[in-house]
């Protein structure tokens, strides 16, 4: 499994950003793809999953303003981020679990994990 992340940056805050993970995995395999984030004082915190079945979760300091989605041609993951904040700051990894995300958005325990990629947000 290879998951390979870009996108990230220097924002303002109120600015967009999509992030983008190239997914490489096991064909016929099923797996629950995500988005999770994390800084140096705070830890991991979960942002977003899709499921196999294309349903989706959203962590609640998220929820309304970040969309999760696939392209399963491209074999690609975005994390559209909207109305960023600065406490959205934050190394980003996409991320990977064979069949399902057990626990949901708020386990940030995965099987697989891209390197990150930093977002930035300044006020």
């Known amino acids: 499994v290879q998951l390979v992340e870009s996108g990230g940056g220097s924002v303002q805050a109120g600015e967009s950003l999509t992030l983008s993970c190239k997914v490489s995995?096991?064909?016929?395999?099923?797996?629950?793809l995500g988005w999770f984030r994390q800084t140096p004082g705070n830890g991991r915190e979960g942002v977003a999953i899709?499921?196999?079945?294309?349903?989706?979760a959203y962590g609640d300091a998220v929820k309304g303003r970040f969309t999760i989605s696939q392209d399963v041609a491209k074999n690609t993951l975005y994390l559209q981020m909207n109305s960023l904040k600065p406490e959205d700051t934050a190394m980003y990894y996409c991320?990977?679990?064979?069949?399902?995300?057990?626990?949901?958005?708020?386990?940030?325990?995965?099987?697989?994990r891209g390197q990150g990629t930093q977002v930035t947000v300044s006020s």
């Open positions: 899709i499921e196999d079945d294309g349903t989706t």
């Open positions: 991320a990977a679990e064979v069949l399902y995300c057990s626990g949901g958005v708020s386990n940030t325990d995965f099987g697989y």
């Open positions: 995995v096991h064909t016929g395999r099923r797996y629950c």
